[in-house]
């Protein structure tokens, strides 16, 4: 018997695999748009604790085998829009996804189209869709993030903002130490961070942030670390780092003396040698797979300007000057410290001491000299005062027997007329 064929839509298996996926995942909403021409498949919106929020993604799905064949050694490459598609993706009002399927393995790997992760060349654009970000509830907290479409002007401030703690404890005189292991042989940018803030006093360390697994996606840790923390300036911790440059140097720069049993060392000294070295970098790679950092924070330019607004916007009091930390509070010593150390550390604190005195006398001198200024200035007042009322007196006096007199002469020319 003939029959007709179904000609199934290859594209409406995958808006049917991405909508599963929403409402029955996610738990979230799927509007797919009736009129396509335009680029956008359908809308998501992001429900919340069982509340719809407003917030919406557009999507645009791309199903079958000819959109995953071309790829790089991060994701697959979508090299098949019009610029007019990808200018209206930029131009859109919600935040856009891009959603390749695989409708075999009913797998669907996604992306988010913005100016930085986008490439145009020659009248043509392409995209990288990351292996490691797929399309199922892994993603869903990012996919929120995304929907909550904030400018990048807002982004940065809520960074900002978030951080101020932390900016906080630099400001008083405390360490931040950010120490990091990353997975180099994933490309996902797998590792862990940990976040710890010592006391400039006691040295007690209290964990502030952990994270023991993160995926950092595409950008190296050095980039990620700058983008984690716009406001600091971020250096390795140079006395946790010296053993392992040693070895390092011992390694790149020796030469065994099987005699001495030990190493020598012609031509770059180790100085020289640790001052080439990146300014971030892992102090160890553990069997050649997983990196090892131990960072340093301490405020840059936009962290100390971000506190002085911030403490504006709050306040409405204009700080111009930020208070300058003593000597103790920057003093890390411990017991392993030499001796000779200590006591450098020592005559600078006496010395900052009596800087700080001299200056307080100073202001003190200062003050006394303007008291008596404006002591002088009072007496001088009080005089002039006393002067002013007493030839009013006077005059009033004056004026008074005048006005007598001629009260007297009144009466003695009505008497004379009567």
Same mark, same amino acid.
Request: charged residues 30%; aromatic residues 12%.
């Given at each position: 018997?003939?029959?007709?064929?179904?000609?199934?839509?290859?594209?409406?298996?995958?808006?049917?695999?991405?909508?599963?996926?929403?409402?029955?995942?996610?738990?979230?909403?799927?509007?797919?748009?009736?009129?396509?021409?335009?680029?956008?498949?359908?809308?998501?919106?992001?429900?919340?604790?069982?509340?719809?929020?407003?917030?919406?993604?557009?999507?645009?799905?791309?199903?079958?085998?000819?959109?995953?064949?071309?790829?790089?050694?991060?994701?697959?490459?979508?090299?098949?829009?019009?610029?007019?598609?990808?200018?209206?993706?930029?131009?859109?009002?919600?935040?856009?996804?891009?959603?390749?399927?695989?409708?075999?393995?009913?797998?669907?790997?996604?992306?988010?189209?913005?100016?930085?992760?986008?490439?145009?060349?020659?009248?043509?654009?392409?995209?990288?869709?990351?292996?490691?970000?797929?399309?199922?509830?892994?993603?869903?907290?990012?996919?929120?993030?995304?929907?909550?479409?904030?400018?990048?002007?807002?982004?940065?401030?809520?960074?900002?903002?978030?951080?101020?703690?932390?900016?906080?404890?630099?400001?008083?005189?405390?360490?931040?130490?950010?120490?990091?292991?990353?997975?180099?042989?994933?490309?996902?940018?797998?590792?862990?961070?940990?976040?710890?803030?010592?006391?400039?006093?006691?040295?007690?360390?209290?964990?502030?942030?952990?994270?023991?697994?993160?995926?950092?996606?595409?950008?190296?840790?050095?980039?990620?670390?700058?983008?984690?923390?716009?406001?600091?300036?971020?250096?390795?911790?140079?006395?946790?780092?010296?053993?392992?440059?040693?070895?390092?140097?011992?390694?790149?720069?020796?030469?065994?003396?099987?005699?001495?049993?030990?190493?020598?060392?012609?031509?770059?000294?180790?100085?020289?040698?640790?001052?080439?070295?990146?300014?971030?970098?892992?102090?160890?790679?553990?069997?050649?797979?997983?990196?090892?950092?131990?960072?340093?924070?301490?405020?840059?330019?936009?962290?100390?300007?971000?506190?002085?607004?911030?403490?504006?916007?709050?306040?409405?009091?204009?700080?111009?000057?930020?208070?300058?930390?003593?000597?103790?509070?920057?003093?890390?010593?411990?017991?392993?410290?030499?001796?000779?150390?200590? %006591?450098? #550390? +020592? /005559? *600078? &604190?006496?010395? !900052? =001491?009596? $800087?700080?005195?001299?200056?307080?006398?100073? @202001?003190?001198?200062?003050?006394?000299?303007?008291? %008596?200024? #404006? +002591? /002088? *200035? &009072?007496?001088? !007042? =009080?005089? $002039?005062?006393?002067?002013?009322?007493?030839? @009013?007196?006077?005059?009033?006096?004056?004026?008074? %027997?005048? #006005? +007598? /007199? *001629? &009260?007297?002469? !009144? =009466?003695? $020319?009505?008497?004379?007329?009567?």
């Amino acid at each position: 018997m003939d029959l007709p064929k179904f000609n199934g839509s290859t594209e409406h298996h995958g808006v049917n695999l991405v909508n599963t996926i929403v409402t029955s995942d996610f738990r979230w909403i799927f509007r797919e748009q009736p009129t396509k021409d335009y680029g956008i498949d359908a809308h998501i919106e992001i429900v919340e604790d069982n509340r719809v929020t407003g917030r919406l993604i557009a999507v645009q799905i791309k199903t079958g085998p000819s959109y995953l064949t071309k790829r790089s050694d991060k994701g697959f490459i979508y090299n098949k829009g019009k610029m007019k598609h990808l200018n209206y993706w930029r131009n859109h009002s919600l935040p856009v996804i891009l959603v390749l399927c695989d409708d075999t393995d009913n797998i669907c790997y996604w992306v988010q189209v913005t100016e930085e992760n986008t490439e145009v060349a020659d009248g043509r654009w392409e995209i990288c869709v990351p292996y490691t970000q797929n399309f199922n509830v892994s993603s869903m907290k990012k996919l929120a993030r995304i929907g909550e479409n904030l400018t990048d002007y807002e982004r940065r401030l809520h960074t900002l903002v978030l951080a101020r703690s932390w900016m906080d404890e630099l400001a008083r005189g405390n360490r931040v130490i950010f120490e990091s292991k990353e997975w180099v042989n994933k490309t996902s940018g797998k590792g862990s961070i940990k976040l710890e803030i010592v006391d400039s006093i006691t040295d007690e360390t209290t964990l502030a942030l952990d994270y023991p697994m993160v995926f950092l996606g595409l950008i190296s840790y050095e980039q990620a670390f700058k983008k984690l923390f716009p406001w600091a300036h971020i250096s390795v911790d140079d006395d946790f780092y010296l053993h392992f440059d040693e070895a390092l140097y011992s390694e790149e720069e020796g030469v065994w003396d099987s005699e001495e049993q030990d190493y020598v060392f012609h031509g770059t000294s180790f100085d020289e040698w640790r001052n080439n070295l990146p300014e971030i970098r892992p102090y160890e790679v553990c069997s050649g797979e997983v990196a090892c950092y131990r960072l340093v924070l301490t405020l840059n330019q936009t962290g100390e300007a971000f506190l002085m607004i911030d403490d504006y916007l709050k306040s409405g009091v204009v700080n111009s000057k930020p208070e300058e930390p003593s000597i103790s509070s920057s003093y890390h010593g411990n017991d392993e410290d030499s001796e000779e150390e200590y %006591h450098d #550390w +020592q /005559a *600078q &604190e006496e010395d !900052y =001491l009596r $800087e700080r005195e001299a200056e307080e006398s100073e @202001r003190d001198w200062e003050a006394q000299v303007e008291y %008596h200024d #404006w +002591q /002088a *200035q &009072e007496e001088d !007042y =009080l005089r $002039e005062r006393e002067a002013e009322e007493s030839e @009013r007196d006077w005059e009033a006096q004056v004026e008074y %027997h005048d #006005w +007598q /007199a *001629q &009260e007297e002469d !009144y =009466l003695r $020319e009505r008497e004379e007329r009567r």
